[in-house]
């Protein structure tokens, strides 16, 4: 074992038995990671889901004969807003 070795040990056990604050186990660390990403991704998608449904609806208010442009202002508006 060279000196280097020798002298990590008792610090890398420690760090060991320390752990992460807030950490009980490697798998529960994982877990929360998960838990953390799929609450991330969901706060992500939902405002651009709105935002594109909004303006689908825009869209086809827009198309209508005749247009109707107060419904598809209020939409945009919404999309707006939400950015």
């Known amino acids: 074992m060279t000196q280097r070795k020798r002298a990590e040990g008792p610090e890398r056990e420690r760090l060991r038995q320390l752990g992460r ?6 798998t529960t660390d994982v877990s929360m990671m998960g838990e953390f990403a799929a ?7 939902q405002p651009i889901a709105a935002a594109v ?3 689908r609806t825009s869209l086809r ?7 109707e442009i107060e419904e598809a ?11």
């Open 21 to 26: 604050p807030g950490s009980l186990t490697p």
């Open 39 to 45: 609450s991330l991704a969901h706060d992500i998608k």
């Open 53 to 55: 449904t909004d303006a």
């Open 61 to 67: 208010w827009l198309q209508r004969n005749p247009p």
């Open 73 to 83: 202002r209020e939409a945009v508006s919404r999309v707006v807003n939400g950015g």
